[in-house]
């Protein structure tokens, strides 16, 4: 019997913790442990930063889903890592022993690196973070000033912070307020689209553009020295790493990427991780002092793609993640069945970024140069895609097992227990292009018999009615009929789409 102990329950943890569970034997063991005892979709917490999401919309509680698919789940945070006694020590007071360890804690922001950083400015790392950045932004548009958006020296993951950007100027355009604001990008990129890749080309001009269509000042080279309660201190480096000039930026609103580094039970475990607590991992995405320890996600150590005047750190995607997570799956599988390991290297990188009624794709493969592949698209579809990835990405993780999938009847029967008040309302409150069904005589009497019975309009019930099989009906899907049908809504909705935008595309390549 192998056990396998996951730390953490995001996007990485619970996308490998079902993957392992189906493809291990019937008395192999999954445990997945969790600081927090939900699982929230971390991509979308800048739209929760902007009032354009609820918590309840991409966070519910994760044990329920794990537990239906017989993986264990303890909510505690982790205490200690003892890879030499192949153990780990959690807060609860539980000792977990391990054959194989999976590390996805995901990441914790060095707020402290920059004083001030994490007293005077907001951050949307966690969803408890952008809640409170929602709420200290619904202030600031009561009295607008200046913004500030930017990353500390050695920030990763730097593309949330364009369109965080693109997502206030947006909102403070329909608002009728954006007259009214600045809004500047402080990065230590040294050039706005470099995203830690290192690359030239299509991004560095799509990005450039689309901040001077929206009016947004960059400050490259930056190293952001201190955060006062009003005053941001930056200071832009020149080709040759001196100060080429000193910024006193005023702003009334500000969000900040500081550097990662590892969660405190991670951090301290000696020859696992960095100086940053990060964990460190060879091309099988295993630490190579402890080679039954694997790392997936923002908690893996990764190198900088190239050499920059201030610190970048490197990108990452819930996609990378994802194709990270099918290597680390299948060489634990390997490992257990003393089985050749297969390298995670090149690595790709793929992201939608929302720019507000728009978006941009990005594409680069390999990750780190030299490319074969470099592309950006830009439009309204991407802005569209991003909104359909979310759902798609929640639906899978709360995909039933096959055999515990609900009963129909479940929704159904709320749609027949409301009053013919409540069902006025719900039919009120939704829209959408109608849908032609042509239904046999039968049912078609039964049916307005039935919205006669219930003194209901017969279009409004099979409305609801069938909104409530066709939800209980994708309940029943396999995980490829789920993407299946994911991809078939994507289409479908990027073809009605109002206005048709299928944007330009860039092509760069490398030699």
């Not at 190579?288 to 080679?291: A, E, I, L, R, T």
């Given at each position: 019997m192998t056990h396998v102990v996951i730390l953490g329950a995001g996007i990485a943890g619970v996308t490998a913790a079902y993957a392992l569970k189906s493809k291990l034997g019937p008395r192999d063991e999954v445990t997945v442990v969790s600081d927090q005892p939900y699982f929230h979709f971390v991509p979308s917490n800048p739209w929760v930063?902007?009032?354009?999401?609820?918590r309840s919309d991409i966070a519910f509680p994760i044990g329920p889903y794990l537990e239906s698919r017989g993986i264990k789940f303890i909510h505690s945070g982790v205490k200690r890592i003892q890879p030499e006694g192949i153990q780990v020590d959690l807060e609860n007071g539980d000792v977990l022993f391990y054959d194989m360890l999976l590390i996805a804690t995901g990441a914790t922001g060095l707020a402290e690196e920059v004083p001030g950083l994490a007293e005077h400015t907001q951050s949307v790392i966690h969803i408890d973070q952008a809640e409170r950045a929602l709420t200290a932004y619904r202030q600031f548009v009561r009295k607008p000033g200046a913004i500030v958006i930017g990353a500390a020296p050695g920030a990763s993951v730097l593309g949330p912070i364009y369109e965080y950007a693109f997502l206030i100027d947006a909102d403070l355009k329909r608002r009728n307020i954006r007259e009214r604001v600045s809004i500047t990008v402080v990065t230590p990129e040294p050039w706005p689209g470099h995203l830690g890749l290192g690359y030239e080309g299509a991004s560095r001009g799509a990005v450039t553009a689309a901040l001077v269509d929206t009016k947004i000042s960059a400050i490259c080279n930056a190293v952001t020295t201190r955060i006062d309660?009003?005053?941001?201190?930056?200071?832009?480096?020149?080709?040759?790493?001196?100060v080429k000039e000193t910024h006193a930026l005023p702003f009334s609103y500000s969000v900040y990427w500081p550097a990662f580094g590892g969660v405190p039970g991670v951090r301290s475990a000696a020859g696992l991780v960095n100086e940053r607590g990060l964990v460190v991992v060879d091309e099988y995405l295993r630490n190579?002092?402890?080679?039954n320890v694997f790392a997936l996600g923002a908690c893996v150590a990764q190198p900088p793609a190239a050499k920059t005047l201030v610190p970048v750190g490197a990108p990452d995607s819930v996609y990378s993640i994802q194709k990270a997570g099918e290597i680390v799956v299948q060489n634990i599988l390997a490992m257990i069945n003393d089985e050749p390991l297969t390298s995670h290297v090149p690595q790709r990188a793929k992201w939608l970024t929302d720019m507000g009624n728009t978006g941009a794709a990005y594409l680069s493969e390999p990750q780190v140069p030299l490319r074969d592949i470099n592309w950006m698209r830009q439009g309204r579809w991407v802005h569209q895609a991003k909104i359909d990835f979310e759902?798609?990405?929640?639906?899978?993780?709360?995909?039933?097992?096959?055999?515990?999938?609900?009963?129909?009847?479940?929704?159904?029967?709320?749609v027949m227990s409301r009053g013919a008040g409540d069902a006025q309302a719900s039919s009120a409150a939704s829209s959408g292009k109608p849908l032609e069904i042509r239904l046999p005589q039968d049912p078609g009497i039964e049916l307005r018999a039935l919205a006669r019975s219930l003194a209901r309009e017969p279009d409004a019930l099979a409305a609801e009615l069938l909104a409530a099989a066709v939800s209980d009906a994708k309940s029943y899907l396999s995980e490829s009929g789920v993407e299946a049908l994911a991809l078939a809504r994507r289409e479908l909705l990027v073809e009605e789409l109002p206005e048709r935008q299928p944007g330009v595309e860039f092509h760069g390549g490398g030699t």
């Open positions: 930063a902007m009032g354009w999401r609820e309660k009003d005053t941001i201190h930056v200071s832009e480096l020149n080709a040759a790493g001196g190579p002092d402890y080679p759902k798609y990405f929640i639906n899978r993780i709360r995909l039933q097992a096959m055999a515990q999938a609900p009963s129909a009847a479940s929704r159904i029967a709320g």
